[in-house]
């Protein structure tokens, strides 16, 4: 045993007071950040909460179910617009992830000269910097003329089934969808890109070294190793298409009769907060408020869910 | 070492290198190298870092091709087939030619599937548990994966995850194993199982084993190769070549380079 240092031993080392000070403020400076996005991220919630307690009382949970929406009879329901969120938001990520992904393995292998690859990757990531108005506006008069005789052609072919049972007619539900899948594929692109480029070297080396082909290594081995991460991208895009608010608005039509047709003009919670909230007053007000909680919530059970997915599916490496 | 017609190889050689050099770019890895590896042998090379002993270990299965403006020029002779002809697929090679990396990289996939996926690709249709029990055998991990077959390849330690990627090369039934300093990343007794594998390995397989380890070398290898790397005028780096390549016993007891003697008694780098 030694013995002990003598106790000032370290008084040449020992930190200046100044400096333990800059400790502590420094934490608690990174402290008060971090608990003001709680604080902003709660009072949104508890105004708008508050807001729509007068008609969370008066309609209840039917509010979920009906799709009146009657300002001089003050008769409101959400189902239009809460379908109109769900149906859009998933069509539009199931037709964006394959073609984000596809894109992703094409510019993360080396089919082409990286710097064409990396020109796509970009051209992708440009999409993300179009205002959404923009994209709103190009969907009104480029987008949805040129793709009007092909939604014709899907009404003629397969207007027995309830989804394409209306003539298309301008905006609607359908336009609106394609123009949320320009939207979110550069977040699904950059997002698996990122993901697919962080999978080890040493992986892909083992998949080959085993004698599989370029697809089988891609889709048995790269691919699985990935998906956590490219789940999490998918989920942002779920968020942000449910959110999506400006392009939708000007290409879904915002009607308020109830049609499962895709054909149809139809809503979505946000585009109706936002055409309403203007001329809205008394329970109109809180019912707008309600439908917003319900926005929250749908957004905050995918954002759980994508979590739980991630932790489920994410293996280490 | 003679230089022979590609086609003539004689029967105990198991790869035949004729005057192979391997470029990155425009830049020389390793030059003019000349080996005829035997079959069912370890071989094993060493040499100083940056001496190229990685970059011809993997050429022999064609994983440079994954290394963008790699190249190679002259001939690897095997089975009677230049690997590098337009006509050869590289897949085919791998599948002939197995390989165990580095660093441990099993595949985020339970161990069972680990194994049964190579094999599986390489269209086995026997009995796939079976399989599965006879490569962990044989790469001497069988006890520790036993019950939990079912758990992701990474639940293992280091020295149970590279016996794993050893198993799940054997599973492919490949005719020549390569090993890039598979116990770099291990601990000395995780080196010395993997090593007792490569052992038992011999008696089926034709092994080549990069190795930093000249200990290494004389415990596992019959034969070793030695490569040294100069500076070249006017060149960007140093290129490496092959000083010598003979039985295990004289490389390290009566070796006829000079440089040779060197490093194995080092006196070098």
Known sequence: ?317 | MTASSPSTVASDVCMSLQDVTISYGSFEAVKNVYMDLPKGKVTAFIGPSGCGKSTVLRALNRMNDLIPGCTLKGRVIFDQHDLYDKRVDPVEVRRRIGMVFQKPNPFPKSIYENIAFGARINGYKGDMDELVERSLRKAAVWDECKDKLKESGFSLSGGQQQRLCIARAIATEPEVILMDEPCSALDPISTLKIEETMHELKRSYTIMIVTHNMQQAVRVADMTAFFNAEAVEGGTGKVGYLVEFNETENIFNSPSQQSTLDYVSGRFG
């Open chain 1, 1 to 317: 045993m030694r013995s002990a240092p003598p106790i000032d031993a370290f008084t040449l080392r020992r930190r200046p007071p100044q400096e333990k000070l800059v400790d502590i403020g420094f934490r608690q400076l990174t402290l008060v950040l971090a608990a003001s996005v709680g604080i902003v991220l709660l009072a949104i919630f508890l105004t708008v909460f508050s807001g729509a307690r007068e008609a969370m009382a008066t309609f209840g949970l039917k509010f979920l179910t009906t799709s009146a929406w009657d300002p001089v009879n003050e008769e409101y329901g959400a189902l239009i617009a809460i379908y109109g969120t769900l149906v859009t938001a998933i069509l539009s990520l199931l037709i964006a992830v394959p073609i984000g992904l596809g894109t992703a393995i094409f510019i993360t292998e080396d089919l082409l000269p990286r710097r064409l690859r990396d020109l796509i990757g970009l051209l992708v990531e440009l999409l993300a910097a179009i205002p959404s108005v923009v994209l709103g506006l190009w969907a009104i008069f480029v987008m949805e003329p040129a793709i009007r005789p092909f939604l014709s052609l899907l009404h003629t072919t397969l207007g027995w089934t309830p989804f394409f049972a209306t003539e298309p007619q301008g905006p609607g539900t359908a336009p609106a969808i394609l123009i949320l899948v320009v939207m979110v594929l550069p977040i699904i692109t950059a997002i698996s890109r990122d993901a697919l480029n962080q999978v080890p070297i040493e992986l892909r080396q083992g998949a080959y070294g085993v004698g599989t082909t370029r697809w089988g290594a891609i889709f048995n081995v790269i691919l699985p190793a990935a998906v956590s991460s490219i789940m999490g991208g998918v989920m942002l895009s779920l968020g942000r298409a449910m959110g999506e608010t400006m392009a939708v608005t000007m290409i879904i039509g915002n009607s308020l009769n109830f049609s499962v047709s895709l054909l149809a003009p139809g809503n979505t919670i946000s585009s109706m907060l936002a055409n309403q909230f203007g001329e809205a007053d008394g329970i109109q007000v809180s019912a707008l408020m309600y439908a917003a909680v319900v926005l929250m919530i749908l957004t905050f059970v995918v954002n759980v869910l994508a979590q739980w997915t991630v932790r489920r599916l994410s293996l280490r490496y």
